[in-house]
C-alpha cells in the first residue's frame, strides 16, 4: 500500500512496517508494531497528521505524524575530549535524564549538565585509576549521589552537588566486581557491592539535616553460591522490604533476608527461616578484620537466565521482573519466602541481550535490549520498538534514564560520551483502535469457562452454564476462550455474550515453533471451592512443532484498576521436549534422538481418580505415535509414561472420555484416529492397573513404556480424520463422531460391555469390552476437509470445514439428518469449538484458521 501526501509519501508493506518518506526519499518515521505476514491497508489525514495502519494481525494503530506528539531528540557527542581533561573515558552513568556523569582512567570523575552543556570535574583519585567501577543512585534525579569501586576493595560514595564530602571506605581485600544501588522504601537507600569469594557488602547510605554530610554504614553482608564468576549483577527489594532479590552472574535469582535478624521474626518469611545465615570472614570499614556474619539465600532460582547472567531486577504489582542475556524476560513470584516462577517471555526477534524493564505510567511495561549493533526500547504488549540508537552494542559502558519528561542513553563510543535523548519517555504517542488477535493463521480454539457478573456487585464469579437460569443472557455473560497459532503464541480471549467483540486478554509466547494444540482441565475459582472468590481458574498444557509442550495455568480476575475489565494471570509450570526422557532406572534424563521435524498434532487430558496420580496428558504425533504425558502436582512436571505406534502413520486426532455403569468402575478411554481413516479405541483404566498386561516393558529401560493392543480398531473414513467427539447417552453407550478430509461423516454408537475373565492365578476379573451397536455415515456432508465437528446433545451435532459452511445436523433417528447451514468468513478454518450459552441464548460456536468468527446458533 502507498499513500502521497502534500509533504510525505507513506508506503507499508509485508515486512510489517509503515514507513513515512519525504518527497525527496528519506525514511522520516518507522512505525512497528503490527505482527504476521503485514501490513495490508493504509489511510491518511494529513490535516490531522495521522496514519492508520491495518494488518494481517487484525489489528488497526493510528500513528502521529512528524510534528505531532513527541520526537527523538537524536543522538549527539558530548565532546568530552579536550586538553584540560587528560586521560580516557572508561564508565559513564546517568544521574537522572539531565546529568550525566563520567570517568577516566586518571580516576578523575567529571559531570556533564545536559541544559548548561559543559563538563565540570568533581574530584580526582588516584586509587580509582585504571580500573573504576561507576554507577549512579537510583531516582529521578539519582538522589544526587554515585558510587565509585576499584580493584583495592576500595569503595567512593560522592555527593553530586558536594563532591569534597565524599566518604572513602574499604571493604574487601581484593577487586570488587559490581557495584547496585537499592532503595528499600521510599526513603531508605542501600548500596551493594560485591567483592571476592561472593562476598556482597550492603551500605546504608544517609544524609545529614543540611545536606552537605552523608554517613555510610555496613549494614550486613550476603554470600552468594559458588560459581566462577562469582558475583551479583542487580538488585532490588521486594515490597514492603523484607527481602532483597538479586541476580548474579551465573544466572541465578536470589532471595536474601534484608536484615540478619529478619529470619528470626516468625511472622516474616514461612519455609524460608531454614537453611540461611552461612559464615563468612570480612574485614570491616576500618580494615580491622571485624567478623561479620554472610547471609545465605533462602531461595534460589539456579541458572534461570543462562550462564550469561541476570541483567536487571524489578519489582511492580506483587510481582518481581528479571531480564536476562538469554532474551527472555521471567515473571516470579515470592511465596512463603520463595520464588516462584510465573511466566517466561522471549523478546522480539533477534533482540538476545535484554538489558532492563521499567514500568512507563499507563502501567504497563518495556524492555531495553541490544539488537545486534542497535540499543532498542521496546513495548511488548503492542509489539513495537519504541526507541532504535545506533550504538554499536552493549559490550560498553552505558546507562539508560526515564522519567515522564524525557528519555535518555548515554554510551562511550570513539572516546566520546554520545547522548540520545527523546522528550515524553518511554511512551509513543499512538493508539491501538483495535487490538491484534494473531500475526498468522490460528490453529485451535478451546472455550475454558464463562464469568457472570454479579448484579448486586458489579464483579465477574465463574459459572458453569448448566447452572445458568432463563433469561441471564444479558451483558453479564463473558466466554473465556483459548486459540493457537502458527505465530508461537497462546492468547487468552474474552467474548462477551452480546458485543460481538475478542478482547485478547494475555499472550503467552514460550513456544519456539506452531502451536497446534491445545487441551484444558481443572477448571474452577480463585480460592478454591471452600473460599470461592470472583474469576475463573484453570489449567492449561499447550503443544506443537518441534515435539515442545508447555503446561501453565491461568486465573482469570476482575481488573482492580477498571471494573469493567478482566485481568488474566498466567503462570507457566513446566515443559517438556522428545529429545528428552526420563530414565527410571537410574533417576536422570537421558538423551534420545527425535526426528526435530515431530510435531504434536492433537491433545486431550485424562483427569484420573486415584490418588498420588495427576492426570495424563495424551498427544497425537505426526511421527505415527500416541503418546501418554504424566502430570504430577497439578502440571508441574511432565514425565513420558507409555507410547505406542499402532497406527504406523500420522496421528491427527485423540480424544478421551470416562464410562460410568452403576456398581462399575469408572473406566478412563482413549480415542486415537490416524491419516488412513482409522479409529482406535484404549482402555487407560486398565493400563494403569498393577501387574497389568497392557503396558508392556521397553526394548530400552531408560525409554517408555509401550501401550499393547488397542480394546477397539475401526476404519471409518477412506483418508485423514481432522475431527473427533464423544458424547455419553442417557441408556450408558458413547456417541462417537468423526469427520474426514473427504468431507465425510461418520456417527456411531459404542457400548462399553464388563466382561469376567478367569485370571491364571484362579481370581476373576472384569475387562471391558468395546462393541459397536449403530454405524451411519454421511458420504457428502462437507465439499472439504471437515476441520471442526462437536456433538452439542444427544439429538444435535455441529460440523465445520473449509468448504466454509457451518452445519448442523439432527441426531437419533438412524443417520444424521441435515437440519441448517450457514456461510462463515474465515479461509482454511482449522479447529471449532460450540457450546451452550444459556437456555434462551442458545449455542456459540468459534471457528479460527485466517481469522476468528464467533456465531450464535438458536435451535
Known sequence: QVKLLENYLISAGEDCVCLVWSHEGEILQAFRGHQGRGIRAIAAHE????????????????WHLVGRGYRGLGVSALCFKSRSRPGTLKAV?????????AVTDTGALYLYDVEVKCWEQLLEDKHFQSYCLLEAAPGPEGFGLCAMANGEGRVKVVPINTPT???????FPGKVHSLSWALRGYEELLLL??????????LEISAAPSGKAIFVKERCRYLLPPSKQRWHTCSAFLPPGDFLVCGDRRGSVLLFPSRPGLLKDPGVGGKARAGAGAPVVGSGSSGGGNAFTGLGPVSTLPSLHGKQGVTSVTCHGGYVYTTGRDGAYYQLFVRDGQLQPVLRQKSCRGMNWLAGLRIVPDGSMVILGFHANEFVVWNPRSHEKLHIVNCGGGHRSWAFSDTEAAMAFAYLKD?????YRALGGCTRPHVILREGLHGREITCVKRVGTITLGPEYGVPSFMQPDDLEPGSEGPDLTDIVITCSEDTTVCVLALPTTTGSAHALTAVCNHISSVRAVAVWGIGTPGGPQDPQPGLTAHVVSAGGRAEMHCFSIMVTPDPSTPSRLACHVMHLSSHRLDEYWDRQRNRHRMVKVDPETRYMSLAVCELDQPGLGPLVAAACSDGAVRLFLLQDSGRILQLLAETFHHKRCVLKV???????????RRLLLCSAATDGSLAFWDLTTMLDHDSTVLEPPVDPGLPYRLGTPSLTLQAHSCGINSLHTLPTREGHHL????????SLHVFVLAVEMLQLEEA????????????LEEYSVPCAHAAHVTGLKILSPSIMVSASIDQRLTFWRLGHGEPTFMNSTVFHVPDVADMDCWPVSPEFGHRCALGGQGLEVYNWYD
Open 47 to 62: 490535516r490531522q497528521a495521522w496514519v492508520i495502519t491495518g494488518g494481517d494481525d487484525s489489528g488497526i494503530r493510528l
Open 93 to 101: 552513568t546517568l544521574a537522572g535524564s539531565w546529568r550525566l556523569l
Open 736 to 743: 462417537v463422531a468423526s469427520g474426514s478430509e473427504d468431507g
Open 415 to 419: 572516546g566520546d560520551v554520545m547522548l
Open 193 to 202: 557491592a560485591s567483592g571476592p569469594g561472593g562476598v556482597v557488602a550492603c
Open 761 to 772: 492365578v484362579g481370581e476373576a476379573g472384569l475387562v471391558p469390552q468395546l462393541r459397536v
Open 655 to 665: 480424544h478421551s472420555f470416562t464410562h460410568e455403569a452403576p456398581n462399575q468402575r
Open 165 to 171: 564530602a565524599a566518604v572513602d571506605q574499604t571493604l
